[in-house]
């Protein structure tokens, strides 16, 4: 079974920033062969993507957050990281990390259950 937890949410002001991390475990999973992502879910929103890293190394990020989110994998310590910079109200969220597994035969997508970011004055 795979888990993933994220960690380092928390309340900053605006301005701030902070480091997402998430640890991925399982008896035989590793990170560098999945493609992933940290989602985020405002209040009375949809969850959306934020930021992706595919195996291979690749990355993408919704606009909002280009030139000041910056997503990083460790695949030696199979954790993921999204660091955020310049962080704004708009921002808050919780922010979760999933992890797609896509072979010619099967996709398999794990969940983290998610870390609360609060940006506010």
């Known amino acids: 079974q795979v888990q993933l937890v994220e960690s380092g949410g928390g309340l900053v002001q605006p301005g701030g920033s902070l480091r997402l991390s998430c640890a991925a475990s399982?008896?035989?999973?590793?990170?560098?062969?999945?493609?992933m992502g940290w989602y985020r879910q405002a209040p009375g929103k949809q969850r959306e993507l934020v930021a992706f890293i595919a195996s291979g190394g690749s990355t993408n990020y919704t606009d909002s957050v280009k030139g000041r989110f910056t997503i990083s994998r460790d695949n030696a310590k199979n954790t993921v990281y999204l660091q955020m910079n310049r962080l704004k109200p708009e921002d808050t969220a919780v922010y979760y990390c999933?992890?797609?597994?896509?072979?010619?035969?099967?996709?398999?997508?794990?969940w983290g259950r998610g870390t609360q970011v609060t940006v506010s004055s």
């Open positions: 399982g008896s035989i999973f590793s990170i560098s062969i999945a493609n």
């Open positions: 999933k992890a797609s597994v896509i072979t010619p035969i099967r996709r398999d997508d794990y």
